[in-house]
């Protein structure tokens, strides 16, 4: 149910140990020669100020990349003990400066994000709670397809082939020159040369491409479809022989089709509300959401009903692990705040 975001290559490099960044690595460089200059007059020890305050400045200039307002890019960490909170001693205000400042920022900043993603599950969860809403009776189901769910705004993913790969080789013969040198200069005619190439060709790999944006799915009581102005993709129940929801996307594997589809939503809920219904779907063994099979109309109300249950105890234990991972957060702030009394409030 969580939503993972990649991290940017900007937000992968800024968090590389300070040694391993070329910048850093070609100022302390230039820097060094700079102390060195006045090493005599000054003494070496001057050098290993200027190396730490340059530590304490990349360590939270690496933090000025991370953004508050997005969701976790670091998992929280295990949450302190009681016993080891009151183990914790005071610190000088040195050790703070060198070390205390940056966890501090660090952990304020995850902090932060973990509470946005807090507050965005909280939303996708009242959304969800919305789209079920929108769902029919299904006590009243009769055997006549029925549309229990329309998302707009969707894109459709398939796979499509790359372009081809063309390597070309050449080959150059020539005879030797035939002729006299005669005052410096050849006379006669030079022998034949030629030139010949090769160019093979190799089938692009596949991939997986946004084909079209801003199409239309739709859940009906029989099965699922995507409806666009160029692509039309639709599966039965009866015919999906697997299908997986994840983040924004929804996977679909068919027998009627040789590759999968997969739809991008542009929120999670949309998604969980569609998986509430295939699951119910998969429990029913005419893999229908009306009567036309076997099902009774008080049956596909049950099973639908059990999949909300089931969907509903994921909301409670992704809130539960939300929850959990603030006060673990908030627990090792707690310590820094024994340590330093007079910096952390």
Do not use: C
């Amino acid at each position: 149910m969580t939503t993972h975001l990649p991290r940017s290559r900007a937000m992968a490099a800024s968090q590389k140990n300070w040694y391993s960044r070329p910048n850093f690595i070609l100022f302390i460089t230039f820097s060094w020669l700079g102390v060195a200059a006045f090493a005599g007059a000054y003494g070496w020890w001057k050098w290993l100020v200027w190396l730490g305050v340059l530590i304490v400045a990349n360590g939270l200039t690496s933090l000025s990349s991370l953004d508050p307002d997005s969701l976790p890019t670091t998992p929280a960490p295990a949450p302190v003990t009681s016993e080891a909170l009151e183990a914790t001693k005071k610190r000088s205000s040195i050790s703070y400066l060198f070390g205390g400042r940056i966890k501090q920022a660090r952990l304020d900043i995850q902090l932060a994000q973990h509470k946005t993603y807090q507050g965005r599950l909280a939303a996708e969860i009242e959304h969800f709670q919305t789209l079920l809403e929108e769902f029919p009776d299904f006590n009243a189901a009769t055997d006549n397809e029925e549309d229990l769910l329309v998302i707009d705004g969707v894109s459709l993913i398939e796979p499509r082939k790359g372009p081809s790969v063309t390597e070309s080789s050449s080959r150059s013969s020539g005879r030797p020159f035939i002729g006299l040198p005669i005052g410096g200069v050849f006379v006669g005619a030079s022998g034949r040369s030629s030139s010949k190439s090769r160019s093979v060709s190799t089938p692009g790999v596949e991939e997986l491409k946004i084909v079209e944006e801003g199409g239309r799915f739709i859940a009906s009581s029989q099965g699922i479809a995507y409806v666009g102005e160029m692509f039309n993709r639709k599966s039965d129940y009866s015919k999906i022989i697997d299908w997986t929801g994840e983040g924004f996307q929804l996977s679909i594997s068919s027998s009627s089709r040789g590759t999968n589809w997969i739809v991008l939503f542009s929120r999670p809920a949309d998604m969980w509300a569609v998986g509430t219904l295939l699951d119910a779907a998969d429990e029913i063994p005419a893999r229908k959401l009306d009567t036309s099979g076997e099902a009774t109309a008080s049956e596909i109300a049950a099973a639908v009903e059990q999949s909300k249950i089931i969907q509903n105890e994921k909301f409670t234990e992704a809130t539960k692990i939300a929850e959990t991972d603030i006060a673990a957060i908030q627990s090792h702030i707690e310590v820094l705040r024994k340590q330093y009394p007079s910096w952390v409030k």
